[in-house]
DNA sequence: CTAGGAACTAGAGTCCTCTCTAGATCAACC
DNA sequence: GGTTGATCTAGAGAGGACTCTAGTTCCTAG
């Protein structure tokens, strides 16, 4: 089906991971490659499809939040080989927690983001007049969607 | 119930809103809230309850990734009062969008972290001894978690 | 009066993650 | 041979969001 050469240059790494050549020096520089880069003739950097999978995982890493050392410490695990499963499977489930408990804030917050769009688009529906009452009443569903917070912010 | 004294020290605002007394500072002059910061004697802020609300829902807002740029763009409008509802909302609604998606990318990446941990998880559980087949078979449901990956980087 | 603690200002420093610059090399094509 | 375009290195710069420093001022209690 499709065909998987054997050796990358850093511009074609860089186009199918959607990382820039910089990131890709910048990455290998920190440490974050499992396998050396193989350099070729010049001095090139080689890469091969395995390092491109590496870097999908990287990036679904970074996507998540996972910090650069931690990715790094990761990444010397995966490299160290075989005897430390316990150790990559602690670091991926405090990710995995905080990935979660990120997920868990962000939905909260969504609350208050769609409360407030709710507001506006009411607002806009209703025409200028409505702004008048502002601070009127007009705010029913408001607190068992936002519980913590008080009204008189919510309206702005 | 509670008391909600009118007049709080900036140590009391940091107290109760979590935020320290520097970020404080540095929110006001960043222009960040809606109404100017009232000096008491010896040029001491004076906050009120109104102002722990803003810096609430600042906080959501700060939370969930708004940039301080936006915020403070919000903070503009809604300091302009009335007459911008529309922009208000688009502005709400944007950062609507970047939050689902933000919550869709983590959902996702939770996929393949949820696998890693399974995998290291079973590994763990059956001995170092079933490390030696780690590029071997042993990974029927990964493809429809996370489809656009490749089995090899996924067992690392 | 004095000590302690909280607050003030302006501005520098930090951390993270790149991103860009500058100048040199290299391979390929006309 | 010359140009183009990709790559190389080392290191500087950027931007976001604080955080901290230094030195000062002010209030309150003993």
Redesign the interface.
Known sequence: MVEVPESLSIGQVAERTGLSVHALRFYEQEGLF?NAVRRGPGGRRIYC??DV??L??CI??R???MPLTVLRRYADL?REG??N??E??AL??E??ER??A??G??????D???F??GV??D??SQG?AA??Q?HGPSLPPGEARTP???H???V?
């Open positions: 499992v499809q395995d999978d590496w999908n995982v679904i890493l996507a998540s939040g995966v075989a005897g499963v316990d990559r499977l991926m489930r990710h995995q990935v979660t990120q997920i804030s962000l939905t909260e917050s969504l208050l983001i769609r407030k769009v506006y688009e607002l806009v200028d702004l008048r502002c913590g917070l008080r008189e912010a919510m702005e």
